[in-house]
């Protein structure tokens, strides 16, 4: 069963640095994906960063690319969202989710597990 809890938001200023951290409490087999969305009011929710665990390939938004970094810890089966240089557009509700299987890792409805969010604001 996979448990996702979120941690790490919070409000900075613009240029300012946080991170965000996705800890999986089940276990996991096969193809596993962990990715990053985030939905700001008003807007859809998007695709952020997302990483095929056992491959260790990464994807990212273009606009997040050079300023977002994403990590894993295996044995703590937990991702690590390193968000730099924030700016005002990145602020949003951040959600970790989870998935199996070889599709497109943008495709948020293709995730099966999600966490409760977490908030990140910035300020100009």
């Known amino acids: 069963q996979v448990q996702l809890v979120e941690s790490g938001g919070g409000l900075v200023q613009a240029g300012g640095s946080l991170r965000l951290s996705c800890a999986n409490s089940?276990?996991?087999?096969?193809?596993?994906?962990m990715g990053w969305f985030r939905q700001a009011p008003g807007k859809e929710r998007e695709f952020v960063a997302a990483?095929?665990?056992?491959?260790?390939?990464?994807y990212y938004a273009d606009s997040v690319k050079g300023r977002f970094t994403l990590s894993t810890e295996e044995t703590k089966i937990t991702a690590y969202l390193q968000m730099n240089n924030l700016k005002p557009e990145d602020t949003a509700l951040y959600y970790c989710?989870?998935?199996?299987?070889?599709?497109?890792?943008?495709?948020?409805?293709?995730?099966?597990?999600w966490g409760q969010g977490t908030q990140v604001t910035v300020s100009s």
């Open positions: 989710a989870a998935r199996y299987g070889t599709g497109s890792v943008m495709d948020k409805k293709a995730y099966n597990y």
């Open positions: 089940g276990r996991i087999v096969g193809s596993y994906v």
């Open positions: 990483v095929r665990w056992r491959e260790n390939i990464f």
